[in-house]
């Protein structure tokens, strides 16, 4: 339900304000004493603080109180001198080592003997209002702030301690009137003029003991306008029977006015549906609800609002009211509104990236395919080895920072399947080899002899280990060795990964797997990268259910890295190993047709070249427009097409070549920057049969050659 979420505790909006008076006038005013009485007895308060200068100063701003006050430097103290005797409040510092201020106030209030002791937080810390929530839930009556200004303090125990006094006068009370009862019930067969003087000093009594529960609920009511949220209570139908000011602050409404039903709020149309069948069978059943909901005020603006409520039962455990509490979430939700953007924002700028760099990448590794293809002596050319190692790092890079905003937005999906570590271990260290060799750096393997099954998605476990390896290898310096050592137990796989590369310093090590997060230092910064391969390491790793660790002695002493996987589930088998495969035969166009369409005229030429050093006669086309005219012409059996042109879309040229005469036949490829797993459902719905993704493989495109061959023989057939 709406509350006023601006308001505050007295003594703590926008900062303390001297208190008007003294401490002793406040007490005077609680406690009026008739002349020639005797003070009242000092009560027991407990400072908490694990500071002994601030102990001292809570001392002498409350000794002139005149009450016992006993200190305690941590929260365990607090908690056994509470067991030793009784106190009427506590003054608790929420920043305190081991066991803190907002700990301890929860262990103080789970015992039934002190759940009612006040507390009074004390932190130098500016609190929001979820932390004022939570410390109130937690028994907290006030906060107050560092420094303390010493008038306020002083005001806010004196009224504590007054309190305190008048429950325990209340209590005695109490039993002295239950003694009183048993002597009146043998005085009545006496006497009946004592019995009869009696009963008027209990009138007199009673007349006393109603104007003090009448201050006291006025004391509630100020209590309840006080709080920061919308109080109120309601009969067991739901009609509201009260509720406190910011209720009507917030209709904008007279007091008295406003929604008389809770079963007829009138919220956004979005929410009155669930929210009304919620409250309607919560009452009937008389069980405790909460809800989120947006509130509209008479001015016809929406707030959300976070309400619960509880029901009261008389001692037969039948309802008779509810107690509900609403707190203003609004700006909450709109931060939270403006963080899924961001992060929306963020996924999109990753993917337009991706493609972005993979568009200038493509015609490069086209380039050197070509190369490759068209020179059998270039395998002896240094340059060209460097230029695809490099080339097979960009695009590394490139997928490593799309796994981390899949696995951040949750579309990260693991295909788990019966593997064993040593094919994930073997798989890792042929993926991190040319990052080894080109550091000469010696591996030393340890493996268990037995195979060792386990459950788990080989390709992204292997993509662990293998961002392990070159990270190694990376800080590491040249022909330095690393070790890659295994073993396996019953309760699970570790696997650990050491070099005697750069090291870590602590602040390092506690930040290392942090998104973007390298270690600062010039070494560091040299060896580049975008500091996002721990951070795939440590999320793949949790995805699997295990856990990552890294330690190092310091800078300069290398670092280990431990990976925990859970051990495979009973009963589970070892992968199988794949069969061997039969030499595929050559790939060659055999002068078959193929017509290429691609905007980036080098993107297209050097697949082009690919395509006719394969044997294919080739069209090259740059203008999406060109395209239906060429194809009627050319009549291709092969089409590689861009899906990102202006003007036309590939998906669109694709949608007219399915309907165009043999359109149907071609093999129809879609070449594009675009690579996640929404991009290639999309390529599949609109027709096309293949996605590759730029930069394109060489063995992609020679499989695609193979592919035409088998239909090609097949129609023959």
Not at 2 to 28: I, Y
Not at 554 to 568: D, H, I, Q, T, Y
Request: hydrophobic share 40%; charged share 25%.
């Amino acid at each position: 339900m709406p509350g006023g979420g601006c308001v505050r505790l007295p003594g703590q909006a926008r900062g303390h304000r001297p208190a008007a008076g003294s401490a002793a006038a406040v007490a005077a005013s609680l406690t009026p004493l008739p002349p020639g009485a005797p003070a009242p007895a000092p009560v027991n308060i407990l400072l908490v603080d694990d500071q002994p200068g601030r102990l001292l100063t809570y001392r002498a701003i409350l000794e002139p109180l005149g009450e016992h006050l006993v200190d305690a430097s941590s929260g365990e103290e607090a908690l056994r001198l509470l067991m030793e005797d009784e106190y009427a409040l506590i003054l608790l510092d929420v920043n305190m080592p081991g066991l803190d201020g907002l700990e301890t106030a929860s262990m103080i209030h789970q015992h039934p003997r002190f759940e009612r002791v006040p507390i009074i937080f004390v932190t130098a810390v500016n609190v929001t209002d979820m932390d004022r929530l939570r410390g109130y839930k937690l028994g907290a009556v006030d906060y107050v702030m560092v420094p303390v200004i010493p008038e306020i303090l002083r005001s806010k125990v004196v009224v504590l301690a007054e309190l305190f006094r008048k429950r325990r006068e209340l209590q005695k009370a109490n039993a002295e009137l239950a003694a009183e009862k048993a002597r009146e019930l043998d005085r009545l067969n006496d006497s009946l003029r004592v019995a009869n003087a009696e009963l008027a000093a209990r009138n007199d009594e009673l007349h006393r003991e109603v104007g003090e529960r009448a201050r006291a609920e006025q004391r509630l009511r100020f209590l309840a306008d006080t709080i920061p949220s919308i109080v109120w209570t309601c009969a067991p139908d739901g009609t509201i029977t009260y509720a406190n000011r910011h209720w009507y602050e917030y209709y904008r409404l007279p007091a008295g006015e406003g929604p008389g039903d809770l079963t007829r709020l009138v919220l956004h149309p979005d929410d009155a549906a669930a929210v009304h069948e919620l409250v309607t069978r919560s009452l009937a059943a008389g069980e405790k609800f909460e809800f989120e909901a947006r509130h509209r005020a008479q001015d016809g603006d929406y707030c959300w609002y976070m309400t619960r409520a509880v029901p009261w039962r008389d001692e037969h455990g039948q309802v008779t009211s509810w107690f509900g509490i609403s707190t203003s979430v609004h700006e909450m939700k709109q931060l939270m509104e403006q963080l899924q953007e961001a992060d929306r924002r963020k996924d999109e700028f990753l993917a337009t990236l991706a493609h972005e760099l993979r568009n200038p990448l493509a015609p490069l590794l086209n380039a050197l395919n070509v190369r490759r293809m068209s020179d059998p002596a270039v395998d002896s050319d240094p340059l060209q080895g460097l230029m695809e190692r490099q080339l097979s790092l960009l695009v590394r890079l490139i997928d490593d920072l799309l796994d981390v905003a899949r696995i951040t937005r949750g579309k990260l999906v693991l295909r788990p399947g019966p593997t064993t570590l040593q094919q994930v271990l073997d798989s890792a260290v042929e993926t991190a080899r040319p990052q080894l060799s080109q550091g000469r750096h010696d591996l030393h393997i340890e493996l268990p002899d037995a195979p060792v099954a386990m459950r788990a998605d080989a390709v992204r476990l292997s993509q662990v280990f293998a961002n392990l390896l070159n990270n190694a290898a990376k800080y590491s310096d040249p022909g330095s060795p690393i070790v890659l050592a295994a073993r396996a137990s019953e309760e699970g796989i570790e696997v650990l990964v050491r070099d005697k590369g750069i090291g870590l310093s602590e602040e390092q090590a506690r930040s290392i797997f942090d998104l973007f997060i390298q270690a600062d230092t010039a070494v560091e910064r040299a060896r580049g990268g975008l500091g996002i391969g721990l951070t795939l390491v440590q999320q793949l790793v949790e995805m699997h259910g295990g856990s990552v660790a890294v330690r190092s002695d310091g800078p300069g002493c290398g670092s280990e890295f431990l990976v925990r996987l859970p051990a495979a589930p009973a009963g589970e088998s070892s992968a199988t190993p794949p069969a061997a495969i039969e030499d595929e035969p050559p790939a060659h166009g055999d002068g078959r047709r193929a017509l290429v369409l691609d905007d980036n005229r080098d993107a297209a030429d050097t697949l082009a070249m690919m395509l006719e050093l394969l044997g294919f006669d080739v069209r090259t086309l740059y203008d999406p427009e060109t395209f239906d005219a060429n194809f009627a012409e050319f009549t291709p059996e092969v089409v590689f097409l861009d899906v990102g042109m202006p003007g036309r879309s590939g998906y669109d040229v694709a949608a007219a070549m399915r309907t165009m005469p043999g359109g149907a036949d071609v093999l129809l490829v879609a070449v594009t920057g675009w690579g996640q797993p929404e991009d290639r459902r999309r390529s599949r719905d609109a027709g096309f049969d293949r996605h590759l993704v730029k930069p394109p493989e060489l063995p992609a495109i020679q499989a695609i050659c193979r592919l035409l061959g088998e239909r090609s023989r097949g129609t023959a057939a």
